[in-house]
Every structure is written in structure tokens, then in C-alpha cells.
């Protein structure tokens, strides 16, 4: 299993652009999740699923929005990049043992 | 609502002395889970330890332990015997095992290890 999968590693964007992200994984999990880590701080939630075809919003959703077609991916969309979406974005799934949790290795995003 | 709450921005704490993070959380949900992971330089997130609201033992994970004290809500994370690698910043989180499907971090304490 390649676990949860990130793209890209890295991007710049200029202010107004956008862009997905893209999330994948593999160990058939229903529930799907994207989080955001500003500079020195904790994790905060964006954007959920618990199955294929259901969203809903965290606590910082604004800007962003999310879709899940299928089981494995879960993309994540800046529709009109901002210098406050600066950020690393971690995307992360679990299967119905809410102790287990996977995290992808992030991604790097800045605005200019 | 949950809330985790992590007061130490940064610790320093000599080679092979042990450490203890703090962590409170406040929820009015009687089953939860505590977790604890690491985030070293390279960025990725490592789980540590997991605690259960039922479990009857604090969790032990080689050298990280699990300070859980139920009636204070705190969940203090006990590293045992410091090496250089464990460096890094360490994140409290805790999810809800009803309802709500979220995992909820702290802002995280970064932790240096001196030679």
C-alpha cells in the first residue's frame, strides 16, 4: 500500500490563480479529511468526508472547496489564491477504528 | 466543542533527561481518544501514543508514555531518556469516538534536545 499520497510537493502561486490539490489512498477509507498548518502552529481543519459523494466543512473552510467522487481521492480546490493560503496542506484518512489515522506527506503552498 | 490546549510554545531539556509535555483538552463528551504525534524538521506527521477516555492504564509506546489524568482533562506526554532525534514539534489532538469524526489539534511545543 502506498498509504495516503500527496501532489504536489511543492507550489507557488500568484495571488489570484488556482490550483488542486490532489489527495489519494489506497486502503479503501470512507473517511477523508484536509488540514491546513500555518507557520509554527497546530493543524486546522478545511474539509471532510466520511464516504464518496459527502462533504462537509471544518473550521477554516472559506476559500476552498472540496469534492469526493470516488473512495480514494479527495481533491481540494483554491478557486482564487490569497497570501493567507499560504500554507502546508496535510490530507489525511482513517477507517472506522478512530485510532488509526494517515497522514500524506504534505504539501507546500505559497502565495505571492 | 473540543479544545486542546497546549501551553508550552518551546522546551530545551538536556540529552537523556526525561520530558513531559503538557496537553489539557475540555470536552463535554464522556468517550474520546488523546493522541500525540511528532513533526520533525522534514515536515511529515509520526503518531506516537493513543489514549482512550475508558482505557485503564495510561498507554506506553517504548519510551513515550501517557500521562492521563481524566479528572483534570490533561493528557501530558512523558518522553522518556531524550535523545537528539526526538527534536521536533509535538502535537496534542484529540477525536470523539461518537458523532463527531474530527481530530482536533493543539497549537504543538517544540522541543530541543541539547547535546
Known amino acids: 500500500n502506498a498509504g495516503v499520497t500527496q501532489t504536489p510537493k511543492f507550489r507557488i502561486l500568484k495571488i489570484g490563480q488556482s490550483m488542486t490539490l490532489q489527495c489519494t489512498q489506497d486502503m479503501n477509507h470512507n473517511y477523508m479529511y484536509w488540514y491546513r498548518q500555518d507557520p509554527g502552529m497546530g493543524l486546522k481543519l478545511i474539509y471532510y468526508?466520511?464516504?464518496?459523494?459527502?462533504?462537509d466543512k471544518g473550521e477554516v473552510p472559506n476559500g476552498y472547496n472540496v469534492s469526493r467522487s470516488t473512495t480514494e481521492d479527495f481533491p481540494l480546490r483554491l478557486e482564487l489564491a490569497a497570501p493567507s493560503q499560504t500554507s502546508v496542506y496535510f490530507c489525511a484518512s482513517r477507517d472506522r477504528d478512530r485510532r488509526v489515522w494517515f497522514f500524506g506527506p504534505g504539501t507546500r503552498l505559497t502565495v505571492l | 466543542a473540543q479544545k486542546i490546549t497546549q501551553t508550552q510554545p518551546g522546551m530545551f531539556v538536556q540529552e537523556k533527561e526525561a520530558v513531559t509535555l503538557d496537553c489539557t483538552y475540555d470536552t463535554s463528551d464522556p468517550s474520546y481518544g488523546l493522541f500525540w504525534y511528532k513533526q520533525p524538521s522534514s515536515g511529515e506527521m509520526i503518531f506516537l501514543i493513543y489514549?482512550?477516555?475508558?482505557?485503564?492504564q495510561n498507554a506506553t509506546e517504548g519510551r513515550y508514555s501517557l500521562n492521563f489524568q481524566k479528572a483534570r482533562k490533561s493528557a501530558n506526554l512523558v518522553i522518556s531518556a531524550s535523545q537528539l532525534g526526538d527534536s521536533a514539534m509535538y502535537f496534542c489532538a484529540m477525536t470523539h469516538h461518537f458523532g463527531n469524526e474530527k481530530l482536533t489539534f493543539g497549537t504543538g511545543t517544540r522541543l530541543t534536545i541539547i547535546p
Open positions: 468526508s466520511v464516504g464518496a459523494g459527502i462533504t
Open positions: 489514549q482512550g477516555s475508558y482505557d485503564q
